[in-house]
């Protein structure tokens, strides 16, 4: 695994990588606040029209569903989404774009509801290649191993622990959690899943430390 300092140097590799007839499938993952969705988002703008940003979260299960099972207060554990709807677009966005045909359509997520927009985001058929970001792209277990078999590039991103903290804290607040239940989330169920989520690292191809 490479150790990478700039997400310039993360679109190098981007660029350089071999491809096939299908699109390019990338990787982002790290732990909650590390700053996958906003390093995912800037390297799909450079990365221009071609590319697509695919973000995780919109394949949270809904709260209903969380509720019946009983995994409300641990939302965002690897057992709160639906792992078979990722694979199944996974392997759709893998067949080559010659035979790629009508646009596919991918879940959102409206944070402030935290709940999944069915929908929301339209992968087209010029799409060349695709950034995935998560939590378990890389998690080899409870059903999420083959996720990593549709990455052509994977990426793990980290920062300084105590700005990833704080961030997540804010991040809270700015969706409705007082400032103790933020804290008390964020130092929590996200801490717990954040050291799970660093036993992926070493699956990556690349660590980008920013």
């Known amino acids: 695994m490479r150790n990478l300092r700039s997400v310039a140097d993360a679109i190098d590799a981007i660029e350089n990588a071999p491809r096939t007839s ?3 499938i990338v990787g982002i993952t790290g732990a909650p606040g590390a700053g996958k969705s906003t390093v995912a988002a ?6 221009g029209p071609t590319a697509a940003l695919l973000p995780m979260d919109g394949f949270h299960l809904p709260q ?5 099972f009983g995994r409300r207060d641990r939302m965002g554990a690897p057992d709160t989404f639906d792992v078979p709807a ?9 067949v080559p774009i010659e035979n790629s045909g009508d646009p596919l359509s991918a879940p959102g997520f409206d944070r402030e509801a935290e709940e999944p927009v069915p929908g929301a985001i339209h992968i087209s058929p010029e799409i060349s290649t ?3 970001e998560g939590n378990y792209l890389l998690l080899d277990s409870g059903g999420w191993a083959a996720v990593a078999d549709y990455l052509d590039l994977s990426f793990f991103l980290e920062i300084d622990l105590e700005l990833r903290r704080s961030r997540l ?8 959690k007082s400032p103790a239940e933020a804290r008390a989330w964020a130092l929590g169920p996200d801490e717990a899943n954040a050291r799970l989520i660093e036993t992926t690292a ?3 191809d690349y660590r980008l430390s920013l």
């Open 22 to 24: 299908g699109r390019l």
């Open 42 to 47: 800037a390297m799909v703008e450079v990365l």
């Open 64 to 68: 209903a569903t969380l509720v019946e």
């Open 86 to 94: 990722l694979l199944a677009l996974l392997a759709a966005i893998r």
């Open 130 to 132: 695709v950034v995935v």
């Open 169 to 176: 804290i804010a991040r809270h607040e700015k969706y409705g």
């Open 202 to 204: 070493a699956r990556a």
